[in-house]
């Protein structure tokens, strides 16, 4: 049986790699930060040992702390993958490493391919980009680094569920318009990334760099309408801003639209639109509330 060891696994996206692996009769050892601390070699050697696949979730999520932790998140985003993968490189293992679309400058005009030029504009993109780098020199023929963007999901913060908890509090909310992405449901990316494992494991999977995120592209502005549409809440609530209305510590892109063409070469999906996932995620959501109610 094959056994997948996933990093980082109380995260939004951890927790349903592990159901969604575990769900394809894979053996799944997933491990939280609390359990295993990516950046001690000793420590991930010995949890890595008798797995044929290790798919990295582990990382400093916060975007904004970052830039003033910058040394802090690079530890984690930086040297954890690059342990991860010394470790892989001595077991034979293949990693598939999650990165993030901050590695790009996000002035773009035309989605980002897999190989496009890097110039991260934030301390959060320059630890990612530190991640990746290790990954795909120190497993050139077993590295995977899928890059995402705009993820929401049923298990951690995140924009889908502050708009709608704001619906209960607010008679309108204000939603920035000018930045554009591709709002990528978790269960989707976990879905593509068992996907890519067993192509990988079957030697049909190029190595190196592939964008795992939704088909189509929309702005945060146009995801809070979609999502009040979807749940029967009136849409007009949703207005349009800009970012200067809101300030942050970290710079945000303001395109951050991958291109998918790597997933051919892999004979991988790419995920549907990201409407239908939205619309996919909230029903899976509501259903998850009423059970636990």
Known sequence: MTRVLITGAAGMLGRDLAEVLGGRGLYVNAVTRHGLDITDAAAVRAALAGHDVVVNAAAWTDVDGAEAEE???TRINGEGPRVLAEACAESGAVLIHVSTDYVF??????????????????????????????????????????????????????????????????????????????????????????????????????????????????????????????????????RPTTSERFVRPARRPSYSVLAHERWAEAGVAVQPHWREQLAEALKVIASEERTRA
Do not use: C
């Not at 990746?132 to 899928?146: C, I």
């Not at 995402?148 to 704001?166: I, P, S």
């Open 71 to 73: 040394a802090a998140a």
């Open 105 to 238: 400058p996000g002035d773009a005009d035309e989605p980002y391919r897999h190989d496009a030029p890097t110039a991260p504009v934030n301390a959060y993109g320059r630890s990612k980009l530190a991640g990746e780098q290790a990954v795909t020199e120190l497993l050139p023929e077993r590295g995977y680094v899928v890059r995402t963007a705009w993820l929401y999901g049923a298990h951690g913060r995140n924009f889908v569920a502050t708009m709608l908890n704001l619906a209960a509090q607010r008679d309108t909310v204000d939603v920035v318009d000018d930045q554009r992405g591709q709002p990528t449901w978790t269960v989707a990316l976990a879905r593509q990334i068992a996907d890519l494992a067993e192509a990988a494991l079957a030697g049909r999977a190029p190595a190196g760099v592939y964008h795992g995120t939704a088909s189509g592209t929309g702005t945060w502005f146009d995801l809070a309408r979609a999502a009040y549409e979807l749940t029967g809440l009136d849409p007009e609530r949703v």
